[in-house]
């Protein structure tokens, strides 16, 4: 069974901080890795995608990597922005088809 | 693409009564998903369309939970019988292709009292 970890669960920086957020699997079988975003009370906004095959996606100031061997992914945030407050979540697809299993989210608040 | 819709996005009903949501995924999206999400949790995969076949249910969903999705298009999820167990945020996501990339609805929030 699949489970998802996301450490820390709260985290607070600065403007302006470059910030690391983690994703940790237990079955590196995995088909995708996918991570959101989601404002409070809202449903969830894609960030990026990485198949199994890729060790990096970017997106302007994100970037997430993939370490299927140590069951690992980090969301990269360049810059924080006010913006950027959110829970990020972390999505682990391990075959084709159906379920994806999400971790419980870093909500992130960044300070002016 | 105009977005994965779900409506309502609110309903407050009581105890033991039936509620039925509805979700209408990005057109052309052949996949379908339902997942039901409690505060401060990550979603939890609740069942699976590919087309109109159900391809894949989780043992969150009991008896008194069904989904359809007629003709391969919008899905409905009811719950019969509601407890407030039920109280949650009920999400839609549709992907297509071979990517999987999952699209989100606004979800749709269930208070039951």
């Known amino acids: 069974k699949q489970e998802v970890t996301q450490i820390p669960a709260a985290l607070s920086v600065p403007e302006g901080e470059n910030l690391v957020l983690n994703c940790s699997f237990t079955d590196s079988a995995i088909y995708n890795l996918q991570w959101f975003r989601q404002d409070p009370g809202k449903g969830l906004t894609s960030l990026l995608l990485i198949q199994s095959s890729q060790r990096e996606q970017t997106s302007g100031r994100l970037n997430a990597s993939l370490d299927k061997s140590s069951g690992r992914s980090t969301l990269y945030i360049a810059a924080s922005q006010p913006g950027d407050s959110a829970t990020y979540l972390c999505?682990?697809?391990?075959?084709?088809?159906?379920?994806?299993?999400f971790g419980d989210g870093t909500t992130l608040t960044v300070k002016p | 693409d105009t977005g994965v819709s779900q409506d309502p996005r609110h309903k407050i009903t009581k105890r033991g009564q039936n509620v039925t949501f509805r979700c209408d995924p990005i057109?052309?999206?052949?996949?379908l998903y339902w997942y039901r999400q409690t505060l401060g949790q990550g979603p939890e995969f609740l069942t699976y369309?590919?087309?109109?076949?159900?391809?894949?249910k989780s043992r969150l969903l009991s008896d008194r939970f069904s989904a359809e999705r007629p003709k391969g298009s919008f899905s409905t999820l009811e719950i019969q019988r509601t407890e407030q167990g039920d109280s949650a945020m009920y999400l839609c996501a549709s992907s297509r292709g071979d990517s999987y990339e999952q699209y989100f609805g606004p979800g749709t929030r269930l208070t039951v009292t």
């Open positions: 999505a682990v697809r391990n075959t084709n088809a159906g379920k994806s299993t």
């Open positions: 369309f590919q087309n109109e076949a159900q391809l894949e």
């Open positions: 057109s052309e999206h052949n996949r």
